[in-house]
């Protein structure tokens, strides 16, 4: 059974840092797209950043510059460092992986930016 743990969500300032972590329960992880998105309230769930099996990277604009993804593949974990929080960075926080036609979902973290 696959299983996403999201942990690092948090309430912070604007202008914060906060880490978020994933570790997944997947064999050969190394081989999964890994990816965060988030879904404020009244939106719809956007891709923030993926990582491909290769090491390369996406972000959406709004976060380039700002959030880095990384990943782990000896102890199967995704991880997205966020800089210069913004309010409008409010959001829960999903992992997700994907290989092929495979796809699996975190419950979820909350982060919330505000002073």
């Known amino acids: 059974q696959v299983q996403l743990v999201e942990s690092g969500g948090s309430l912070v300032q604007p202008g914060g840092s906060l880490r978020l972590s994933c570790v997944a329960s997947i064999s050969n992880f190394r081989f999964y797209t890994m990816g965060w998105y988030r879904q404020a309230p009244g939106k719809e769930r956007e891709l923030v950043a993926d990582i491909l099996s290769g090491g390369s990277t996406n972000y959406v604009d709004s976060v380039k510059g700002r959030f880095t993804i990384s990943r782990d593949n000896a102890k199967n974990t995704v991880s997205l460092q966020m800089n210069s929080l913004k309010p409008e960075d409010t959001a829960i926080y999903y992992c997700?992986?994907?290989?092929?036609?495979?796809?699996?979902w975190g419950q979820g973290t909350q982060v919330t930016v505000s002073s």
């Open positions: 997700y992986a994907a290989r092929g036609a495979s796809g699996y």
